[in-house]
């Protein structure tokens, strides 16, 4: 066998053999002996032997010599171990760091969802997030559109009763957020100015949005002539309604909390609404997206339940 440089051989070895054979040739340097070795890692001396042939074979160059008292690093032997040594040192230092790293919760999330969401239920809740975690920064867009939630590092939607496809399409499967009660609601200055006169419907432009299924009747209110108003966003449609333009299906939570809103004591066909979100697939398991998960559940567990 021929020696090769040691600082080459160093290098080399981490490329092209598994870091394991070379726990086998520490064993043995701190044991000076085979079965020193195997008994520190647990193993029978045979494995222990073909671990160092396997070493001392792809390295070109003996590692230890046998001696009265054992086992002896041979000169390169000894400059390859001392090499070894400072490498696991430097790795086992390196691990909690890395595990901190991912515990660490820093970067930038994502947020898309409809405005409705984001200024009623979850932005009232973001400086808890943001002063727990003082490293993470979000970028928040108010959005139902399907690319919008496509690209978003999160998104959540509305589901009813599981029936209706998600809002965005991602590898990973929707995950449940919690559930919102609907009730059908008009506004103050509407409720003091009627005369029974029947109150119009404020509709969405979704037709498939939750918002649109109303109390059972045998005309839908999406194609009756009570439908005076049709607004492309649940934040409009709540607006509209303040505005007393009409009556319209919301969050019950919202009814409860605005005093700009009356309820007519009118049912929705369906009383519930389900929030899922997605991730994109390389967060998953991150500290930024789990941060982020909890930050969306207490806030719609706090909007439904209130403390």
Not at 82 to 95: F, G, N, T
Not at 113 to 123: K, M, T, W
Not at 183 to 204: A, K
Request: glycine share 4%.
């Amino acid at each position: 066998m021929h020696c090769v440089d040691c600082n080459y051989a160093g290098i080399e070895m981490m490329r092209s053999i598994s870091w394991d054979n070379y726990r086998y040739v520490l064993a043995i340097y701190r044991n000076e002996s085979i079965s020193g070795a195997a008994r520190s890692l647990g193993v029978n001396e045979t494995t222990v032997s073909r671990r160092l042939a396997q070493t001392e074979q792809h390295l070109q160059t003996k590692l230890f010599i046998r001696r009265s008292r054992g086992l002896v690093a041979t000169d390169v032997g000894q400059r390859i171990l001392e090499r070894l040594i400072r490498v696991k040192a430097e790795l086992d230092q390196a691990a909690p760091e890395a595990s901190d790293s991912e515990r660490k919760v820093s970067g930038s999330v994502t947020v898309a969802c409809d405005a409705l969401l984001l200024n009623h239920i979850f932005v009232p809740r973001l400086p808890a997030l943001l002063l727990a975690h003082p490293e993470l920064n979000c970028e928040l867009v108010s959005s139902c559109d399907a690319d919008a939630l496509k690209d978003a590092d999160i998104a959540v939607s509305y589901r009813l009763n599981n029936r209706q496809a998600a809002c965005c399409d991602q590898p990973n499967h929707p995950q449940n957020l919690g559930q919102l009660q609907l009730g059908i609601f008009t506004g103050c200055v509407l409720e003091e100015q009627r005369n029974d006169e029947p109150i119009p419907w404020i509709t969405l432009a979704n037709r498939t949005s939750p918002f649109n299924h109303f109390i059972d009747t045998d005309e839908s209110p999406l194609s009756s002539p009570l439908m005076r108003i049709c607004a492309d966003s649940h934040d409009v449609l709540l607006s509209c309604v303040v505005a007393g333009l009409g009556k319209a299906c919301l969050p019950e939570a919202l009814g409860r909390r605005d005093v700009r809103l009356r309820p007519t004591g009118e049912k929705p066909r369906d009383e519930n609404v389900e929030l899922i979100w997605r991730s994109q697939p390389e967060l998953i398991n991150t500290a930024r997206l789990n941060a982020c998960v909890h930050w969306l559940t207490e806030s719609v567990q706090q909007f439904e339940f209130p403390a």
